[in-house]
């Protein structure tokens, strides 16, 4: 293992554009959405351009892109929600890799954490629709905290309730929010490169790692 990245106690794995390719699911989601309040589709790459920072921050950038009133959010909201809850994971495919990756975490011993700014439930359930919630001790969502990621504040809310401080943990993700909030709380940073990032290239974020596959962490774990 590399002496720049410190001997892990604990893993923080994100999940939309890292363990699952939901960007279908928002889009079909967020299709039905703004149909029921009367509005057309978003396209797919402002989707994928606009993900990563909670619902509420995509329902509200999706309005605005379609010129409906911010008074029409809770609406949207509620909707958003019923049509989420009804397609979770349908239109969702697990990445290529991750399922070995996980596997040789897992194999470690170490403690393992799902943190992503997804709502908890819809990411319990998609993580179990999908087969992967057995890897996990613990899932948070970004309902669970104060403030989502970017902020350090799930990170070290997240290592706390595994028993480890920031500094010994991996967090393992697919954008700048992910490198963000483990800068800030002092986690090691680790990045695919096929994930969303809003739709910019991740080699640029200044990951301590970049992954091509989630697979290519065997080579990074300690003996």
Known sequence: ?????????????????????????????????????????????????????????????????????????????????????????????????????????????????????KPAAFARELLRVKGLDGYFDRVFGGDDFERKKPDPLPIVKTCEALGVAPAQAWMIGDSSNDARAARAAGAAVLLVRYGYNHGQPVDAVGADRLLDSLDDLRALLPA
């Open 1 to 117: 293992m590399s002496a720049s990245l410190p001997t892990p106690h604990a893993f923080l794995v994100d999940l939309d554009g890292t363990l699952v390719d939901t960007l279908g699911d928002f889009v079909a989601v967020l299709a039905l959405t703004l149909q029921e309040l009367g509005y057309p589709a978003v396209s797919r790459d402002f989707v994928e351009h606009t993900v990563g920072q909670g619902s509420e921050h995509l329902i509200r950038s999706c309005l605005r892109e379609v010129g409906a009133p911010s008074e029409r959010y809770d609406e949207a909201w509620a909707a958003y929600q019923r049509h989420y809850r009804a397609l979770n994971g349908r239109h969702a495919r697990v990445y290529d890799g991750v399922e070995p990756g996980l596997r040789a975490l897992r194999a470690t011993g170490r403690p393992m954490a799902c943190l992503t700014n």
